[in-house]
């Protein structure tokens, strides 16, 4: 069955410092991966997608993520954070022939600490 | 402006009194979903529609129904609202099966 797994439900970083979000996916065919914020009280915001091509791909905001097929996994990615970037982050993948569904991870909470 | 309009933003009401929540999307775009999200569960499918008259199940369908008699519009209904419908929901479109999806800002929802 098709499933994504975010392992880190919390994560907290220092404004300023790295951080890497751990997404890893099972599906059968080659997926398409998306990640996703969402802020307090608001909707769902792309980050960045990954359909085909270079593995690894620019986002909104200073993300990055990388497709590394042989891991499953699409790591999320930002040099430095800022506290604005304190919010709910989610995985997902598209299911090709299910009827624009998206699965989603159980989403990593960030913290930033000033 | 590219969007999807849900509405109500916020709604709670009592058990077994129905309600519809509407979605309306200006992107032209084929697919339409619904989803609820809750807390260490992420987002869920709850219906799909992948055109005008053509709607599917999701993961977690009971209790909902819906309609998409025009492309643009595609909204959920609850017939006999329970308390474990309490949960914040989300309208999507995309423009291609298994492509983004563009999301509403959400209702929240509480059934007393």
């Known amino acids: 069955a098709q499933s994504v797994t975010q392992p880190d439900i919390h994560i907290t970083v220092s404004e300023g410092a790295s951080l890497e979000l751990r997404c890893n996916y099972s599906?059968?065919?080659?997926?398409?991966l998306f990640w996703y914020v969402q802020s307090p009280g608001q909707g769902l915001q792309l980050l960045l997608k990954?359909?085909?091509?270079?593995?690894l791909v620019q986002g909104i905001k200073g993300f990055e993520a990388e497709f590394k097929r042989s891991q499953s996994s699409f790591n999320l990615r930002k040099p430095s954070v800022h506290w604005s970037d304190a919010a709910e982050y989610f995985c997902a993948v598209g299911a090709q022939n299910q009827g624009g569904k998206l699965i989603f991870g159980q989403g990593t909470e960030l913290s930033v600490k000033p | 402006e590219a969007q999807v309009t849900q509405n109500p933003r916020y709604l709670i009401t009592v058990t077994g009194k129905k309600l519809t929540v509407t979605c309306s999307q200006n992107m032209n775009h084929e697919y339409m979903s619904w989803y609820r999200q809750d807390p260490g569960l992420g987002l869920r499918q709850i219906y799909y529609?992948?055109?005008?008259?053509?709607?599917d199940k999701g993961d977690v369908p009971e209790g909902y129904k819906v309609s998409r008699k025009e492309k643009r519009n595609f909204p959920l209904i609850l017939e006999s609202p329970s308390p474990n419908q309490t949960s914040l929901y989300f309208c999507?479109?995309?423009?291609?099966?298994?492509?983004?999806?563009?999301f509403g800002q959400g209702t929240r929802l509480t059934v007393v």
């Open positions: 599906y059968g065919a080659t997926p398409y």
């Open positions: 529609s992948m055109n005008v008259e053509v709607t």
């Open positions: 999507a479109s995309s423009p291609r099966q298994g492509g983004e999806a563009f």
């Open positions: 990954y359909f085909s091509g270079d593995t």
